[in-house]
């Protein structure tokens, strides 16, 4: 078998089908780290003991009920959580030394969801430290690289989930999008990724960055992969009070319908100085292929754009500062030195927006700000179903380029932020390549619309392929 072209669609007709087994396709999964992570450096944890043993069990399963796929619709398929996602008795770090040595007593809601399904468990990915940045050089374990050139970065927060269902360590990589980090490495490791509406999945069991951001998303080879294990994942959590009663959609189900009369909206703020021309031709060029598939291109503006960086990092710190004071060094045991600069720097500005005589000058202002920059895309959607926008404005970059420059990094989310604030859905598939570099795309709907950027981006995959270029990695 080979992994690195394999879907969950295929993996799943195989093992139904007696072609492989799941012990034959996780040894594949082991060999594959084996042989590449310890130049890529995806993984924190590795689960190898218990995930074999787990595959047998389904093997044994699978052979006495061939039905059992319908109760687990997962079964088998190679999962890697992001380093923040609690998982019982595996070490969960959220990529910090602070709790570096955390094992938790409990499985986060979505862990939960996918082990039911039948998920097995590959180990625990790299990631920046509690979710803060954009490249994965913000752990505390060394920087995670891109597969498909070694000297690049793979996108963060979610680097490692990123990295490895790239590099065919596992078919799906999960990961927490608070103002990009699934999208960015979906975009540079040319992945599907969904940051979904925010409250449409559980966020229980998950170490916070900043709550009213925070929302949870796969990473798959296929659209149709991660609209599979989204239709596990997502719904109402008894434990997470943020999520919405809306009907879990059947995300697969619509999947190859036509998209003929779609309204494709052009935000003029996205298309303008900054962004690389090569990302802007694959852009336009991806517009064309929508257009053939029967859709049609307006121009739209979102007027409040400019500010959405400005108001993103006032919030964002002022939450990351109240959710890291728990790690007050009495109950956790590290002192608070033991954070690394990016979390220090978050928890003095969240700390300095939140105080007397500023929080109305800087927290109540940019609340105000989030308002317009959601209106903005409200009012856009009554005049088209859908936004199409680059995902980054740069092809994937290289490892210490941006590390000096914390602005510099921060405009690396430029459009992806915004859809944070307005809380949102957004879809990143691949867009092309470009100097050999995966170029992402986002499509982004109104609330709840997941099913109809799934449909856009179906239709457009089939068309394009550009999911079966595989890494070289270039550049070892
Ligand atoms: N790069 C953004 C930040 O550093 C978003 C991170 C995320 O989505 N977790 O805040």
Redesign the pocket.
Known sequence: MNLLSLTIKDASEKLKAGVFSCRELVVECFSNIKKHDKKINAFLTLNEEKAIKKAIEYDGLIKKNKDIFAEKPLLGIPVAFKDLFTTKDLRTTAGSKIIGGYTPPFDATVVKKLVDAGVIIIGKTNQ?AW????SGENTDYDATRNPYDLSRVPG??SSGSGAAVSYGASLVGTG??????VRLPAGFCNLVGLKPTYGRVSRYGIIA?ASSFDTIGHMTRTVYDNAKVLEVTAGVDPYDGTTVPVKVDQYTKTLGQSIKGLKIGLPKEYFVKGLDGKVDSSIKNSLKVLEKLGATVHEVSLPHTDYAMAAYYIL?PSEVSSNLSRYDGVRYGLTREVFGAEAKRRIMLGSYTLSSGYYDAYYLKAAKVRTLIKKDFEDAFKTVDVLVVPTSPSLPFKIGEKTNDPLKM?L??IFL?PVNLAGIPALNVQSGFADGLPVGMQIIGPQFSEQLLYKVAYLFEQETQYYKIRPEFKNG
Do not use: A, K, P, Q
């Open positions: 920046d979710g803060h940045g954009s963060g927060s927490t999008d608070t103002g990009s980090s960055m964002v921060y690396s989310d932020c």
